[in-house]
């Protein structure tokens, strides 16, 4: 293990101005490991918005990467526009399409995976989703997927396909064809699973087949929010304006913006959660997402509300 939590939760406490730092010294050392063959990989959001400015502090050559997956917020979008150096790529498969293959995501991308395969008899699967190992044996691990093995009889397909369709393989084309390698913004406190990367290889993983840099790695939501207000820096207008109320950083807009139609997480949310916000934001993408893709029976099957609130 490279890091302990302690380690991390030590980071995460320094102050903004040596996370600035910390920062750009693994995107310099990045640069330099590969002469200069890298690139951003930026999203329109607020993340990688912070990313590609502390990268361009450092070297201002260093292109970004956009992959229009079709599933994007518009706002996000029209922002990607405004940026300069930017290579557009395009999706693999179109969203609905892979919904028609394969399944949606569902829940997490881990659970989502282990459901897909689980229905094709997957031994590990079916035994993950039973909260054992795959030799049978009690996994403490394996108990947070055992509340959603009934999802296995669910009357609709589940999978974890589309971000592979969607972002994955148009990025390693690109990184086939062009040599360089990326940058991304991904945060440790996003999920117990970015958490646990980091964890295990660092910011800048350089011993694996596809290298990353991760810079922002240690940095919190509330860091993020608050670089972008107090150095001015242009942002999706999605996020609508960035206030700080009790000491604690926020936006008046959209807290977080993946893509739109990713139920991922939807069930943990409070009222009105992210579907429920774009009933009002963003009608049309509402409509074709609940009643074209059918996520409406979905929710309901699962129990996540997703009718506007009166």
């Known amino acids: 293990m490279v890091h302990t939590k302690e380690d991390l939760?030590?980071?995460?406490?320094?102050?903004?101005e040596r996370k600035v730092r910390e920062t750009k010294a693994?995107?310099?050392?990045?640069?330099?490991?590969f002469g200069g063959l890298v690139y951003v990989s930026f999203s329109g959001g607020k993340d990688s918005t912070l990313l590609l400015h502390l990268a361009r502090e450092v070297h201002p050559d260093i292109p970004a990467v956009y992959v229009d997956t079709g599933v994007e917020y518009p706002e996000n979008v029209a922002f990607a526009k405004t940026i300069p150096n930017?290579?557009?790529?395009?999706?693999?498969?179109?969203?609905?399409?892979?919904?028609?293959?394969?399944?949606i995501p569902l829940i997490s991308k881990e659970v989502s995976k282990r459901i897909y395969y689980a229905r094709r008899g997957g031994d590990w699967a079916i035994k993950h989703?039973?909260?054992?190992?795959?030799d049978g044996s009690y996994s403490k691990f394996n108990q947070r997927y055992k509340k959603w093995r009934f999802l296995i009889d669910a009357p609709f397909p589940i999978a974890e396909k589309c971000c592979g369709e969607l972002k994955t393989k148009p990025l390693t084309r690109y990184q086939r064809k062009?040599?360089?390698v990326p940058i991304t913004?991904?945060?440790?406190?996003?999920?117990t699973r970015r958490k646990s990367a980091f964890l295990k290889t660092g910011c800048n993983v350089y011993r694996k087949r596809n290298p990353t840099s991760k810079p922002l790695s240690f940095w919190l939501e509330s860091d993020v929010l608050r670089y972008l207000k107090e150095n001015n820096i242009p942002y999706s207008k999605i996020y609508g304006d960035i206030v700080q109320e009790n000491g604690k950083w926020r936006t008046t807009g959209a807290h977080r913006t993946g893509c739109m139609y990713c139920p991922c997480g939807a069930h943990l949310e409070k009222q009105p959660n992210r579907f429920q916000s774009m009933a009002v934001t963003h009608p049309e993408q509402y409509d074709y997402c609940i009643n074209t893709l059918g996520y409406g029976k979905v929710f309901e099957h699962v129990g996540i509300p997703y009718k506007p609130l009166e």
């Open 9 to 16: 939760k030590t980071m995460q406490d320094w102050p903004l």
């Open 185 to 191: 913004g991904v945060m440790a406190c996003e999920s």
């Open 26 to 33: 693994l995107i310099a050392e990045w640069y330099n490991a």
């Open 86 to 103: 930017v290579e557009w790529l395009q999706y693999n498969m179109p969203f609905d399409e892979v919904v028609r293959q394969f399944g």
């Open 129 to 134: 989703l039973n909260g054992v190992n795959k």
């Open 178 to 180: 062009s040599g360089r």
